[in-house]
């Protein structure tokens, strides 16, 4: 057992929610578990933590906000990141993309395709896209992208995919 408590992530946000009465901002909460992860790397008695956290938040006055804390505690704010295998490829796809004019349904259908493209077939094994989103078309609450669009973006991706692989095939 590593001795956490799975319910450690609340309590920054339940904390601060009874002192100052309104929801903790994504900043201090970034701060705070970034504080704890790196806590876990300092200690030798205590197991780092091996992942890293996304954390994203959307509201009328800030607009979208998005920051990763990575196992070490190290936390920073970005428009789009990557996490895992393939992140490297992914940051490069992202970086491509025109983030900050896109709406909510055209980002999600290019995450989708930055997924596909980074998924190595050989080596990788099979993945099953699943997609979430936060901001005004969902009032800043985290949901599951509806279906409908969902579809949308998973047949634009695998799309491009093809497209991709038959070029690279007529060459």
Not at 5 to 32: F, H, M
Request: charged fraction near 25%; glycine fraction near 8%; hydrophobic fraction near 30%.
């Amino acid at each position: 057992s590593s001795g956490i408590n799975a319910e450690w992530p609340l309590r920054p946000g339940a904390n601060y929610r009874d002192t100052y009465q309104v929801p903790i901002p994504l900043k201090s909460l970034t701060e705070r578990l970034g504080k704890y992860m790196h806590y876990f790397t300092v200690y030798g008695h205590l197991r780092p933590f091996g992942v890293s956290i996304l954390l994203g938040t959307w509201d009328e006055t800030n607009g979208p906000k998005l920051m990763e804390i990575d196992p070490s505690g190290t936390a920073r704010g970005f428009y789009g990141c990557a996490v895992g295998k393939g992140k490297q490829n992914a940051k490069t796809e992202i970086e491509k993309l025109d983030l900050s004019n896109m709406t909510c349904k055209e980002l999600v259908k290019e995450v989708a395709k930055v997924i596909y493209s980074v998924h190595d077939e050989v080596k990788d094994k099979h993945f099953e896209l699943e997609l979430s989103w936060i901001g005004k078309e969902t009032g800043g609450t985290h949901q599951i992208v509806p279906q409908d669009i969902f579809n949308e973006a998973k047949t634009y991706a695998e799309e491009a995919l093809n497209d991709s692989d038959d070029e690279d095939t007529d060459m």
